[in-house]
RNA sequence: CGGGACGUAGCGCAGCUUGGUAGCGCGCAUCGUUCGGGACGAUGAGGUCGCCGGUUCAAAUCCGGCCGUCCCGACCA
């Protein structure tokens, strides 16, 4: 491509609205535009990136015995009634009408229309079966942010296995994780595997690729000793018991006048250390009133709630619920004696004696509460989230919290899907079961900014050669010197006639605004030529990565240049 | 959905307090001089000041409503 026929509309300043590193120089790259929030149009080089990422993820998909085929993006609501997710994903769907009247759905995601094309498998012989599409989703995001990284409209990489039994799923569940392991290693990605949470997806497994970044939405409970990684949403920890001193044969009621914290009740005088008490917090899950006990230091994970409980509406009670439930106000809360609602309570509370909490009356509080003796506990449940520095479930060495970007996501769904949807196939003995699912995904643009974000300096994006948009630029440095236009041409001719993708910058700008663009745009590979290499007979090769110059003899150049290129594709 | 900020030329911004001809830088076009790290001079083109309504002789500016965008939080695959 000539660098003066392009449509490459880098900018001098950084857009304002962009605050992540990859939103900002894909704007100012000129590889794309926003159309509207959470909804960007791809440039030229955009889409020479999303075309390239796209290539790796199939030829992998493709090596793993994936068969791609399309699907609709339109899809019709019944479907999605009859699995319930209608309701349950309800707050991202985008929704129309046709002029029948009739409802439509566009698709945040497909496992419903997988499960029904696969209504047509009849026989255990069939499988297993794994199919893939490359495809837009539409999710209606309440906060699409940072560019490329959360938006509302995005191509996806879904597939989607098809087996008999759970052993089935088990060996394309591995199948995946290998070649998603190969996928972001091509896409000059780093990204960890961890244990996840099945969200709204359901289903018994899932593990997610995290690429670090501080730019990234979920955090991540990782043990450098053992190598244990998984989502907060599931993470867990060990942690010191503690231990509790006897307390009295019945809680003691006490006056707590203006106390409504854990840190008031602290320094309280005839209070308790964070550690002693137990915070009362009532959620609404599935308009259900329900008591959430937990230990004075800890923090509720919401999403262990909501996969601990199968909840799917799931929220903090109100003051006028709250004081309807339990007859006093935030803050003198407590479970004792309370019988009606369900009562969950995290596991670090288990065993624990002569503890505070509220006492249900404004401005007071038990002490001497024993979990066990005094508390009506429904169930027990995993609900707090996992610090810095606690103990690793597998090992007990200190974990680390960090920040990243979701990059891809595989899923044990098991029958779930197959169950409401009737895909069913006749086993060895003649009896129907349902398919045994797994679905797995990676987002295209998202996994492009994820390459950004990891891959960029002051000057610009820094592009691993796997998926640059032109592996090599040609710089000439006057394009009113035949010399250097005719040696640059040729150069240009041979690369091309070589199968690399190389752009010729022919623009009759000055060098510095020719060097600053290119690395702008993150060329890995920029040759420059000019009168003053001329003169030697080289030209000069600058690698984008690690910004060493080298000369190379003109004769030499395109030979050289392939070797090089061929060998870091 | 809660909190905060912003909307003026392709991009980045000033002007608004105190109402009166819409400005600056970059970019763009033409010409000239330049030319190995974002040149210089000259002359130009380009704007329903987000939208609707109100106040006023007069609104980018004051008032009301709406829309849009970003950031933090909530939520989310």
Known sequence: MRWSQAFIPTLRDDPTDAEAASHRLLVRGGYMRQLMSGVYSLLPLGYRVRSKVITIIREELNAIGGQELLLPALHPREIWEQTGRAESMADILFTLSDLRGGDAILGPTH???????????????????????????????????????????????????????????????DRHFAAYTRIFERLGVTAVAVEASSGAMGGSDSIEFIVPSPA???????????????????????????????????????????????????????????????????????GEPTLVLLRGDHELHEQKLQDGTGAIDIRPGQPDEIRELLGADAGSLGAVGVTGPRILADLQLADRSN?????????????????????????????????????????????????????????????????ALGATVLNADGVPVPLVMG??????????????????????????VSIAPYEVVITAVKVDDEATMTVANRLYDDLNEAGID????????????????????????????????????????????????????????????????????
């Open 111 to 173: 496992e419903e229309i997988f499960a029904t094309v696969a209504t047509e498998l009849t026989s255990y012989k069939q499988l297993p079966q794994l199919w893939y599409q490359i495809q837009t989703k539409f999710r209606d995001e309440a906060r699409p942010k940072s560019g490329l990284l959360r938006v509302r409209e995005f191509t996806m990489k879904d597939s989607y296995s098809f087996d008999v039994d759970d052993a089935g799923l088990d060996q394309q569940f």
């Open 216 to 286: 990234g939405e979920d955090d991540i409970a990782h043990c450098p000793a053992c190598g244990y990684a998984a989502n907060v949403e599931r993470a867990s920890s060990t942690i010191p018991s503690f231990h509790d001193e006897p307390g009295p044969d019945q809680p003691e009621r006490f006056p707590t006048p203006g106390v409504h914290t854990i840190v008031d009740l602290e320094e309280f005088e005839g209070g308790a250390s964070a550690e002693r008490q137990i915070k009362t917090l009532v959620y609404v899950l599935d």
């Open 355 to 419: 503890m505070v909490t509220g006492a249900n009356l404004d401005d007071h509080h038990l002490r001497g509460v024993d979990v066990g003796r005094d508390i009506a506990v429904t169930e027990w449940l995993d609900l707090r989230t996992v610090a810095a520095g606690e103990g690793c479930p597998q090992c007990g060495e200190p974990l680390e919290v960090f920040r990243g970007i979701e990059a891809g996501h595989i899923f044990k769904l098991g029958t779930k899907f197959s169950k």
């Open 439 to 464: 679905s797995y995904g990676i987002g295209v643009e998202r996994n492009m900014a994820a390459a950004v974000e990891m891959n960029h300096d002051d000057t610009g994006i820094i592009w691993p």
């Open 502 to 569: 190389v752009l010729i910058d022919d623009r009759n700008e000055r060098p510095g605004v020719k060097f600053n663009d290119a690395e702008l745009i993150g060329i890995p590979y920029r040759v420059t030529v000019g009168p003053r290499g001329l003169a030697s007979d080289i030209v000069e090769l600058a690698d984008r990565c690690t910004g060493e110059k080298s000369e190379l003899q003109i004769e030499a150049a395109a030979q050289e240049l392939v070797r090089i290129v061929t060998r870091a594709r």
